[in-house]
């Protein structure tokens, strides 16, 4: 994937950003291969497309597999063990230091670091323990489960098949399935359109008219990096955000060039969830319970908030959240990490 610099340079050579949007047309037809968990695996599209083949094609497609499978299905596997939790798209590196206000390492720390969570022993301990209702891949990794029991605690288990693998800060989840942004009242449940780490705060966004679930076209970053993408694109004096004031704050001898956020008095916007209950889980949903049993996170977890921008007004309209992993986390194979916390926070 391109990011907009490699666009930026396509565009500066006559014709190169037409060709390389016209070999995209192609990509679904030719490509073969596909990468799962830490393995190089032909695409089972490609065994579907020769089913009512003649025997004979048949029994070559199988010593092609055969072969693929021998040589090359572990080819990259030293180069993914370590990082097969990458996120499509990681977020944009915030330029400025470390201790800037609404940092969330603060002068000193390390919130790069990969940490572990503690769990049961197995898979098998863990439904002993506790009725599952929910067993779904992750948004941004397939190898490995997101389960969420009854009473509405979560865990993250990797296929143990797999070697151990160091998810990243941002990776996806799961989605709270259906709802709206709207003023949070005390008989909804929701999750609250909160900025903990002010223009740090993790965030993605899109232009207003975009495909918002097209991961291309969206820009994850802070909300620093993110916003000022929009204003340097479409230039604006001011910048606005749901249920948020949002002031410019220009470079001076004490401070460096940012955004600050005050939420609106008497608003308290969120995205409140659908009062109808879950039937199936998928990854697009399954957090729900989360919210719905009023269970609260591990602080290695939160929401980012995906946004779209209205360049006319110069806004940022939030639009749902996503649950995410806010630092990065290392897994082992088959033993599940609690990723929401035993009581409420105090």
């Known amino acids: 994937m391109l990011d907009e610099d490699d666009k930026t340079y396509l565009r500066s050579i006559p014709g190169a950003m037409e060709a390389w949007e016209g070999t995209r047309t192609w990509e679904s037809k030719l490509r073969v291969c596909g990468i799962s968990g830490t393995q190089v695996k032909i695409l089972p599209t490609i065994a579907a497309e020769y089913a009512h083949a003649p025997p004979s094609v048949k029994e070559l497609l199988q010593q092609i597999e ?3 499978n021998e040589e090359y299905a572990d080819i990259l596997k030293s180069k993914l063990a370590e990082v097969s939790g990458n996120a499509p798209q990681p977020p944009q590196d915030d330029p400025r230091p470390s201790d800037t206000k609404g940092d969330d390492t603060g002068p ?9 969570l503690t769990g049961p022993e197995s898979d098998s301990v863990l439904r002993q323990q506790q009725k599952i209702v929910g067993d779904v891949k992750l948004f941004d990794n397939r190898t490995i489960s997101f389960l969420v029991s009854e009473e509405g605690h979560a865990w993250l288990q990797l296929n ?42 993790l965030i993605e966004a899109c232009l207003t008219g975009q495909n918002e679930d097209s991961n291309e076209k969206v820009r994850k970053g802070s909300f620093y990096v993110v916003a000022k993408e929009f204003l340097k694109q479409f230039p604006s004096e001011t910048l606005n955000a749901t249920g948020h004031d949002v002031k410019i704050r220009q470079p001076s001898q ?93």
Request: net charge positive.
């Open 66 to 68: 055969k072969k693929h």
């Open 160 to 201: 143990p098949k797999e070697n151990a693998v160091v998810l990243k800060k941002s990776t996806k989840v799961a989605g709270l399935g259906g709802g709206k942004v709207q003023q949070l009242q005390a008989d909804m449940k929701g999750v609250p359109l909160e900025f903990p780490l002010q223009d740090k705060t």
């Open 254 to 346: 004490t401070d460096t060039h940012g955004f600050d956020l005050c939420r609106k008095t008497s608003e308290n916007w969120a995205f409140v969830l659908k009062d109808k209950a879950v039937t199936s889980y998928s990854s697009g949903n399954a957090a729900k319970q989360i919210i719905d049993r009023g269970v609260q996170l591990r602080p290695a977890l939160g929401w980012l908030w995906r946004f779209q921008y209205e360049k006319v007004h110069s806004k940022l309209t939030a639009k749902k959240a996503f649950l995410v992993l806010l630092q990065d986390l290392k897994l082992t194979p088959g033993r599940p990490c609690k990723v929401t916390r035993d009581s409420p926070a105090t």
């Open 108 to 116: 000193g720390g390390d919130a790069t670091a990969a940490i572990e």
